[in-house]
């Protein structure tokens, strides 16, 4: 059974100077373009759904994924994943409460060393427990934007949120436990500052790639 992926591009950037973070690039290829690489690697028929600009992504990578735009824009990731859900629902590609993809990975845009092995943990996980699973960031906390969720639970979680313009992501877990999956924290790094970026460049050049199985 194939998969889903949400990539979320539609930040203001407003720390990193308004350049757009997902188009930014590392190693010769940009952010989003790796991302989208990844979830490629993990399930090359995986349907993919960006919400925010395609800027980054190829014209072949862009024809190859579905592109959203939350409303307002810049109304946060919470209303960006809220926007893509409900352009599943209303393109049919949800039947059945989503049987079509039994999992739906929710991926922030500016997390370029995540890597096909963590997704695939996180499915493995997911789809044990029928819990949305994640793991933890370098400060220790529940990383809510590098996730898998059954589709048919995140789906309902949405649809119970009645207005997630500007609302936490974290909303989406409220009364779960989601499962914790173990994970070297700079697989998950994002980056909101130059300062930010630059780590992660030493981190990718210090070994992590976000192409390995």
Excluded: Y
């Amino acid at each position: 059974m194939s998969i889903r992926a949400i990539i979320l591009s539609g930040g203001r950037s407003n720390r990193f100077g308004g350049v757009h973070k997902p188009a930014v690039e590392l190693g010769g290829t940009t952010v989003i373009s790796r991302i989208l690489g990844t979830v490629r690697t993990v399930d090359s028929l995986a349907e993919v759904w960006v919400a925010g600009p395609t800027d980054g992504l190829s014209q072949a990578e862009t024809e190859s994924v579905h592109a959203i735009r939350e409303e307002p824009v810049f109304a946060g990731p919470l209303a960006g994943i809220a926007a893509a859900c409900s352009a599943v629902r209303a393109s049919g590609s949800a039947a059945g409460a989503g049987e079509s993809a039994d999992v739906t990975l929710v991926l922030a845009g500016d997390m370029p060393l995540i890597t096909a092995g963590h997704l695939g943990e996180l499915m493995a996980a997911c789809r044990r427990a029928g819990l949305p699973a994640t793991g933890t960031d370098d400060r220790g906390k529940t990383q809510f934007l590098c996730a898998a969720w059954p589709t048919a639970l995140l789906l309902a979680r949405v649809e119970s949120i009645p207005d997630p313009v500007d609302g936490a992501v974290r909303l989406l877990f409220a009364g779960l436990e989601p499962t914790l999956v173990d994970v070297e924290p700079s697989v998950v790094a994002d980056f909101d500052t130059a300062a930010d970026l630059e780590r992660i460049h030493a981190r990718f050049d210090g070994g992590v790639r976000p192409d390995q199985p």
